[in-house]
């Protein structure tokens, strides 16, 4: 398969609107006479055996065809040193800076920044190195990008990947896909009126009064991250994503100054694909989960959240879903382009999914090395968008999992207070 899966495709083209590379934070403990020169000669002998990173997008002209794979080498510039920061604190706002340079996908899809010795990172008795690998999202989803990384340092096998195309989309196929237009728009339009049919009601969750963190963030981020071991997080069985949110029901009504019962966030979460065996390298959705901040005791909050997303689960799966993204799929690359370039271009909404964004992916278990040392924690950091100007990671390994907070400083100026807010929630 040489043309990049319907999904896959969208977030191709809303990256050109807006950033969506994923920023992968790896710390590992650093071992004596360990050098950057001798890291990275380890990151390139890994990096040559992975097929997935020697790729690159080719679009088709005027985007009349589904863009195609193509192959890219791996250059100089794709593993970089920072010699610069020395301290966690410093590393935190150099790793902030690159949120907002993004990747060229039809370039390359990935870069690997390294830093270090750093100094001053939390579970570490001595310095450390800290990897970040910068990913396009067209490459893989939030699980898909964990087990590319755990490839590279050398934590199991490379994940599978549709061979590349030697050959980017060309004058045929944009006669065959302008070509295509009528039919597959007739298609579409067929599908989702069966979709329509088979629909009682919306999606379920309904949307939110936009807060304060609802707004268009500025040009800067900042990053904050809370690292804790897991078993400080879970109550009565529960996961560490339940958990997660509903400690953030403590924290953000506490943080707003509100105390609406309807205050929801929006949940990345995971298909699976179900029995049909999907070609996406991005197979998630978001759905608005409420954090019934009006139940007092978090072990029962965390259970009744768990119950929220399985119905949202449970409603993913029904056949109107189901047929409504093959109508999305079966609409003309030109215009799902075009859907990219107008959602992007929209106000600020007034009614939101979600105040926050939030997505939880473990990483598995603790055997990641880099330099002959161990890894000691991971971190991610969602993108911010017009409609969300904080996101919440949430990311583990082995029994260390980490709370990553980006902030557009513009809107979140007290970011410092949202901090300490998380860290008097884990601690109570």
């Avoid at 075009?338 to 990483?363: D, M, Y």
């Amino acid at each position: 398969m040489t043309s990049l899966a319907p999904a896959d495709a969208a977030m191709f083209w809303r990256s050109r609107q807006a950033a969506t590379d994923q920023y992968l934070l790896y710390c590992f403990a650093a071992q004596p006479d360990t050098t950057p020169t001798s890291i990275e000669s380890e990151l390139r002998t890994r990096a040559a055996s992975l097929e997935a990173l020697h790729r690159r997008v080719a679009p088709a002209p005027h985007d009349l065809a589904a863009p195609r794979w193509g192959v890219a080498s791996i250059g100089p510039a794709q593993i970089r040193f920072d010699d610069g920061p020395r301290t966690w604190a410093a590393v935190r706002a150099a790793v902030a800076l690159l949120l907002t340079d993004p990747l060229d996908a039809t370039a390359s899809m990935w870069r690997v920044h390294l830093y270090g010795p750093v100094t001053g990172a939390p579970r570490a008795a001595g310095p450390v190195w800290v990897l970040v690998l910068q990913v396009s999202h067209m490459l893989a989803d939030g699980r898909g990008a964990a087990a590319l990384a755990r490839a590279l340092l050398g934590g199991g096998p490379p994940p599978a990947a549709p061979r590349p195309s030697l050959r980017a989309p060309g004058s045929l196929s944009m006669l065959a896909g302008a070509a295509a237009v009528p039919p597959r728009l007739t298609a579409a339009l067929a599908t989702g009126l069966v979709a329509w049919g088979l629909t009682s009601r919306g999606d379920g969750a309904p949307a939110m009064a936009a807060t304060a963190l609802n707004r268009v963030p500025g040009p800067g981020r900042r990053i904050d991250t809370v690292v804790v071991d897991a078993a400080r997080l879970t109550r009565d069985g529960a996961s560490v994503t339940t958990s997660v949110l509903a400690l953030l029901a403590d924290v953000l009504p506490a943080y707003l100054g509100t105390a609406d019962p309807g205050l929801a966030v929006e949940l990345t979460v995971g298909r699976g694909s179900g029995k049909r065996k999907s070609h996406a390298r991005n197979d998630f959705h978001n759905v608005t989960i409420g954090l019934q901040p009006h139940i007092a005791d978090r072990g029962r909050r965390a259970e009744a959240i768990a119950g929220e997303i399985a119905a949202a689960r449970s409603r993913d799966r029904e056949p109107a879903r189901r047929a409504g993204r093959w109508a999305d799929d079966l609409a003309p690359p030109v215009l799902r382009a075009l859907a990219a370039r107008l959602t992007a271009a929209a106000p600020a909404p007034e009614r939101v999914a979600g105040a926050t964004v939030v997505s939880s992916v473990h990483r598995g278990p603790a055997d990641l090395t880099l330099g002959g040392g161990t890894v000691l924690f991971t971190a991610g950091f969602p993108a911010l968008s017009a409609a969300h100007a904080l996101t919440v990671g949430v990311h583990g390994i082995g029994d260390a999992v980490t709370l990553s907070f980006t902030t557009s400083p513009d809107v979140v100026e007290d970011a410092d207070r949202l901090i300490g807010l998380v860290r008097t929630a884990i601690s109570a």
